[in-house]
């Protein structure tokens, strides 16, 4: 079993930065994916940014140039620098982590973006 533990979220103005963070604990394996996810109100969640062990990353169109994701497989702990946040930014952000066939997700950390 997986868990993982986000923190980090909060209240910011438009134009913005909030750094989220994750540390996961428990069965994980030597290549996995980790990364985020987002659900607005009302929205089905999306991917944010993932990164793998291998250093590979994706992010989504709506936040290249503004969010950065990193990690530190030593520790699997996984971070997203958001900065130049938008008001459309504002979602739950939850973090996942992808091994073989297995997805884990945290408990979800709120973001909102006041413009």
């Known amino acids: 079993q997986v868990r993982l533990v986000e923190n980090g979220g909060g209240l910011v103005q438009e134009g913005g930065s909030l750094t989220l963070s994750c540390v996961a604990s428990?069965?994980?394996?030597?290549?996995?994916?980790m990364g985020w996810y987002r659900q607005a109100p009302g929205k089905q969640r999306e991917l944010v940014a993932t990164m793998t062990t291998r250093d590979k990353t994706n992010y989504a169109d709506s936040v290249k140039g503004r969010f950065t994701v990193f990690r530190r497989n030593t520790e699997d702990k996984v971070w997203l620098r958001m900065d130049g946040l938008k008001p459309e930014d504002t979602a739950t952000y939850y973090c996942n982590l992808l091994q073989g066939i297995q997805q884990y997700w945290g408990q979800g950390t709120r973001v909102t973006v006041s413009s």
């Open positions: 428990g069965d994980i394996l030597s290549f996995n994916v």
